[in-house]
């Protein structure tokens, strides 16, 4: 597969964009969105473990999918009320085979029998960020995604396409308002804003298509 780079200027075109920078922050920004809004079911798939001990693990960079602890699912329980799954006296206290977590402070902790408190247990994530191999945020020159849906690469693409034209409508407006202020010769100032719109219009296209295409990958079994 092409590296993002060279799949997003085959959209926009190479001469018309060239600002690695920017491709890197809006492939991140765009994958961070698709990980934030598909079904932890669906990114299961696709799952990174991790151990937690009984100290926690940090989230920070981290979607929590699903905790178990032994092969027993853990249900989720507000950090608040830890106290009562800790209690041995509660009928809310906790066993290895019926485990909670909670998090707390970016970490997510166990808590497995009540007598022995918070406890070790195995977090199911994906990155915030995709990763290119499974710890490294894709970058512009990055070919390939770990733990992230590979049906959904060429999503992220239409959408760091949006705005990486967005960015470079920016530029161009800020370049028609020189030619303005500075009364430049009108012939450029009005190449530069018939630029500009078939640039609005691509963009339109593109945001058109991005929606369109994470709504049915979401929306897919």
Do not use: W
């Not at 799954?85 to 997510?108: C, L, M, R, W």
Request: net charge negative; charged share 20%; glycine share 4%.
């Amino acid at each position: 597969m092409a590296d993002f780079q060279t799949q997003i200027e085959d959209i926009i075109g190479t001469v018309s964009f060239n600002d690695n920078g920017f491709i890197t922050q809006a492939i991140q920004d765009i994958g961070a969105e698709i990980v934030s809004l598909t079904p932890a079911k669906k990114l299961m798939k696709v799952a990174k473990t991790a151990a937690i001990s009984d100290s926690g693990l940090s989230i920070a960079s981290k979607k929590i999918l699903s905790v178990e602890k032994s092969d027993y699912a853990a249900k989720e329980i507000l950090a608040t009320d830890k106290a009562r799954y800790k209690s041995t006296t509660s009928i809310y206290a906790g066993s290895d085979t019926s485990p909670v977590y909670y998090t707390e402070s970016q970490s997510v902790f166990v808590i497995g029998d009540a007598a022995t408190g918070e406890t070790s247990g195995t977090l199911h994530y994906v990155p915030l960020i995709p990763t290119s191999d499974g710890d490294a945020s894709i970058v512009y020159d990055s070919s390939s995604t770990e733990h992230f849906p590979k049906e959904a690469v060429h999503i992220l693409v239409l959408g760091a396409a949006a705005k990486c034209l967005q960015q470079l409508m920016s530029l161009k407006n800020e370049k028609l308002q020189v030619y303005i202020q500075t009364d430049e010769d009108s012939e450029l100032a009005q190449a530069e804003m018939l630029e500009i719109q078939a640039i609005q219009a691509q963009i339109t296209l593109l945001e058109g298509k991005y929606a369109s295409s994470l709504k049915a990958f979401i929306e897919s079994n």
